[in-house]
């Protein structure tokens, strides 16, 4: 989980740098943006299922 959200920090960190580094210019670093963030979505949404399965399992350990 830990690496999901180092994944996901990184790429909105090179999504945000690369955009800053444009300087005006958006069709040249259009597609290094996208993939920063399709990455970075990727990573949170791995996140989140971690999340979910920790949350079931202490759930379903609780209750038992």
Same mark, same amino acid.
């Given at each position: 989980?830990?690496?999901?959200?180092?994944?996901?920090?990184?790429?909105?960190?090179?999504?945000?740098?690369?955009?800053?580094?444009?300087?005006?210019? =958006?069709?040249?670093?259009?597609?290094?943006?996208?993939?920063?963030?399709?990455?970075?979505?990727?990573?949170?949404m791995a996140s989140a299922a971690f999340r979910q399965t920790m949350?079931? =399992?202490?759930?379903?350990?609780?209750?038992?």
């Open positions: 989980m830990i690496v999901c959200i180092l994944i996901w920090g990184v790429a909105i960190v090179v999504a945000g740098a690369v955009l800053f580094f444009a300087h005006g210019t =958006a069709l040249p670093v259009l597609p290094v943006v996208v993939v920063a963030l399709m990455v970075g979505g990727a990573a949170d949350l079931q =399992a202490a759930r379903s350990w609780s209750s038992s």
